[in-house]
């Protein structure tokens, strides 16, 4: 049995394709124009460039220190 003649009356089912936005795929740094791996579309900047921005935002200015003089 084939159902040809019946499927010709059915709504074409067309799976849409899932843009590849939001998964895990190797992306180009938008810094050093490197490839490396992202794990979302939220990242464009390769693990050393995160690193080196996030360092520089994360150094404190050694307000911290409980010595007095
Ligand atoms: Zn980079």
């Known amino acids: 049995m084939s159902d040809e003649a019946m499927a010709e009356g059915e709504r074409l089912y067309i799976p849409t394709v899932r843009v ?8 180009q740094c938008l810094r050093c124009e490197t490839h490396f791996w992202s794990e979302g579309f939220g990242e464009r900047i390769c693990r050393r460039c995160k690193g080196l921005n996030a360092w520089r935002n994360a150094v404190p200015d050694s307000s911290g220190s409980s ?3």
């Not at 590849?20 to 992306?27: G, I, L, Y």
């Open 67 to 69: 010595r007095r003089r």
């Open 20 to 27: 590849r936005r939001d998964v895990p795929q190797e992306r």
